[in-house]
C-alpha cells in the first residue's frame, strides 16, 4: 500500500521547521484530535526537532496548563510527546484584539530565536466556523500571513464546516482569500486523511482489472453509505446548526463519490487528482428544489435500541431544541451524467443511531443477461458487487456465484475479502495525524481545493431549499434501524433496494 499511496514516494522524515499556531487550542476538537494526532507524529519520530506549538484560545490558560492537556492527549504517554509539550506556549484573548496577535508574534519571535522554527507558519483553525473569517483578516492585518525573517511559508489549515451553504461558502472564500492564497489554504475534510479512503486510487488506478468494467456497461448502480450507531453526543448544540447533509453529504460523501467516480488523473498529484474530483463533481445533477424533494429523504431519529441499550431520541439530546426540525438521515439518489455513468443511479445514505458503524462504497454490477438455472435453483443468487469498506473491517469484498456442492446445480452468492489488517501489517497513520503531516509539508493532495468546495455546495444546495419550509418533509425513524422506510421509496422506483452491509 505504501508504495502505490499518491505522495508516499516524495514523504520527507519530518517536515520543516516550524510553528504550530492552533486558534481554538483550548476546545474540544484540539484536545481529541489534534494534540493526539502531534503526539503521534511526535512518538514516531516524525516532528521536526525544531518546532513548537503555541495555543491561542479565549480560556485563560497559563502555557502550563495548556501543556497539561497536551500531555493528556497522548494515551499512550510517550517519552518524546511528554519531552516536547516542556515548550508550548499559550496566548489567551480575544481573536478580533490586536493584544492577542502582538503577544502571540512575540512568542514567534521567540520560538524562531530559541527553537530554530525558522520563520515558518502553520495557523490552525480549530475554533467554532463563525470566527474562521475573522482570525484570518486578523493574522493579515497583523501581518501574520507572512513568513517571519528567513522563512519559507505561512499555511492556513481550515476545519469543517466550510460555509453552509453556497452563499457563506463564497463569502467565506472571499474572506480568505483577501488574507491568504489559495496555494496556503488547506481545507481539511478528514475523511480523506482515512487509509482505505486513499485506497480507492489504489484499487482503480493501480490494478488492470477494474477500470475496464467501472462504467455504464458493467455498473448498474452505485451504493455510498455513512452508517452511525452513535447519536449527536455532546455536540447537539453544534448538530442543531448543521444536520446531516452538511456534517457528511457535502463533504466526506461527496469527496468518496469523487474518487471513486471520477476519471483517471494523468498523474497522482495534488493538482491532477483535484482537477478530475472537480470534473466528476460537475458532472453531478443539480436537482430544481421541486426535483430535490422527489429525489432526497431526511429523517430524524426517535427513541430506540441500539446495540441492546435503550436511547434517547434526537429531540431529547442534550443542546436540542424539543422540536428541532434538523436531519439525522440523509438519502439521496444523485445521477453523474457524463459519457461514464449515464443512467447509473447513485444511492446516498448517512445517518445517526443506526444499527452499525459502517462506510462503504458497493459497486453494484448488472445482472446476467440470462440465468440459465431453474428460479429454485438460482433463489440465492444476487448480482455481482464490489465492496470497498472503508470502516469498520477496512478492505474489499467481491460478491459473486458459486455452485453449492451436490447434485442439484443450486447456484448461491459468495464473497471473496481482503482485510487490511490481515493483509498488510504496516500500521498507517490516523487520518488526522496524516493530514496534520502533510499541512505541516506542504503536501495539498489531501486537502480540498476551493472549487471543490463550491461545487460540493451547489449540488446540495437544492436540497437545502427543498427543505427550508417548516415541516420540510422530515420522518422520523426509530435509533436501532435502518431509518426510514420512505427511504427505500427512493430505490424502489427503479427496482432496486438498499444493500444490507453485514452481507
Ligand atoms: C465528522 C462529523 O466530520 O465525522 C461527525 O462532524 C461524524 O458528526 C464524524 O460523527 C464521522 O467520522 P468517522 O471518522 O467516525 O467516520
Redesign the pocket.
Known amino acids: 500500500m505504501a508504495d502505490v499511496s499518491p505522495v508516499a514516494t516524495k514523504v520527507a522524515a519530518t517536515p520543516p521547521p516550524l510553528a504550530l499556531v492552533i486558534f481554538g487550542a483550548s476546545g474540544d476538537l484540539t484536545a481529541r484530535k489534534i494534540l493526539p494526532a502531534l503526539a503521534e507524529l511526535a512518538n514516531r519520530g516524525r516532528l521536526n526537532e525544531r518546532f513548537c506549538v503555541i495555543g491561542v484560545a479565549r480560556t485563560e490558560w497559563s502555557d502550563e496548563e495548556f501543556q497539561q492537556v497536551a500531555l493528556k492527549a497522548d494515551a499512550t504517554g510517550g517519552s518524546a510527546w511528554a519531552e516536547l509539550v516542556g515548550c508550548f506556549r499559550y496566548v489567551p484573548g480575544e481573536y478580533a484584539s490586536s493584544e492577542t496577535f502582538d503577544r502571540l508574534k512575540q512568542i514567534l519571535g521567540e520560538a524562531d530565536e530559541k527553537l530554530g522554527t525558522a520563520g515558518n507558519r502553520v495557523y490552525y483553525l480549530a475554533t467554532i466556523p463563525e470566527v474562521f473569517a475573522l482570525v484570518a483578516e486578523a493574522l493579515a492585518k497583523e501581518g501574520c500571513n507572512q513568513p517571519g525573517e528567513g522563512g519559507d511559508f505561512v499555511r492556513l489549515v481550515v476545519e ?1 464546516p466550510y460555509g453552509r451553504d453556497l452563499a457563506s461558502a463564497l463569502e467565506l472564500d472571499a474572506q480568505v482569500h483577501r488574507a491568504f492564497d489559495e496555494q496556503q489554504i488547506f481545507r481539511i ?3 480523506l486523511g ?1 487509509e482505505t479512503v486513499q485506497n480507492v486510487l489504489a484499487l482503480r488506478f493501480a490494478n488492470a482489472i477494474f477500470e475496464p468494467i467501472w462504467n455504464r456497461r458493467y455498473v448498474d448502480q452505485v451504493q455510498i453509505t ?1 452508517a ?1 450507531s ?1 447519536g ?1 453526543e455532546h ?1 447537539g448544540g ?2 442543531e446548526t ?1 444536520g446531516a447533509l452538511r ?2 453529504v457535502q ?2 460523501v461527496m469527496q468518496v463519490l469523487a474518487l471513486t467516480m471520477m476519471e483517471p488523473p494523468t498523474w497522482m498529484d495534488a493538482e491532477h487528482i483535484r482537477d478530475e474530483k472537480v470534473k466528476l463533481l460537475r458532472a453531478i445533477d443539480i436537482p430544481s428544489p421541486d426535483e430535490a424533494v422527489d429525489k432526497a429523504v431526511r429523517g430524524q431519529y426517535s427513541a430506540g435500541v441500539v446495540d441492546h441499550v435503550p436511547v434517547v431520541g434526537y429531540r431529547e439530546e442534550d443542546g436540542v431544541d424539543p422540536s428541532s426540525e434538523i436531519e439525522t438521515y440523509v438519502a439521496l439518489r444523485m445521477h453523474v451524467d457524463n459519457w461514464r455513468w449515464a443512467g447509473v443511479p447513485v444511492y446516498v445514505r448517512t445517518g ?1 443511531r443506526l444499527p452499525a ?1 459502517v ?1 462503504e462504497i458497493a459497486m453494484m454490477f448488472h445482472e446476467v443477461p440470462f440465468l440459465a438455472f431453474e428460479g429454485a435453483l438460482s433463489r440465492e443468487l444476487r448480482p455481482n458487487v464490489l465492496v470497498l469498506r ?2 469498520p473491517h477496512e478492505g474489499i469484498s467481491l460478491h459473486f456465484g458459486a455452485k453449492v456442492p451436490g447434485e442439484a446445480f443450486r447456484v448461491q452468492s459468495v464473497s471473496m475479502d481482503f482485510g487490511y489488517e490481515q493483509a498488510i501489517h504496516e500500521t498507517g497513520m490516523d ?1 488526522y495525524t496524516r493530514l496534520l503531516f502533510d499541512a505541516m509539508s506542504g503536501d495539498p493532495t489531501l486537502f480540498i481545493r476551493t472549487d471543490e468546495v463550491e461545487q460540493a455546495w451547489r449540488i446540495v444546495d437544492p436540497y437545502l431549499d427543498a427543505w427550508s419550509e417548516p415541516g420540510g418533509g422530515l420522518h422520523f425513524y426509530n435509533a436501532g434501524t435502518w431509518g426510514p422506510h420512505i427511504a427505500s421509496l427512493l430505490l424502489e422506483r427503479s427496482g432496486n433496494a438498499w444493500r444490507d452491509p453485514s452481507l
Request: aromatic share 14%; charged share 35%; net charge positive.
Open positions: 469543517k475534510d478528514h475523511y482515512k455513512v452511525e452513535i449527536v455536540r453544534f448538530y448543521a456534517d457528511i463533504n466526506h445517526k458503524r462506510t472503508i470502516q487520518g
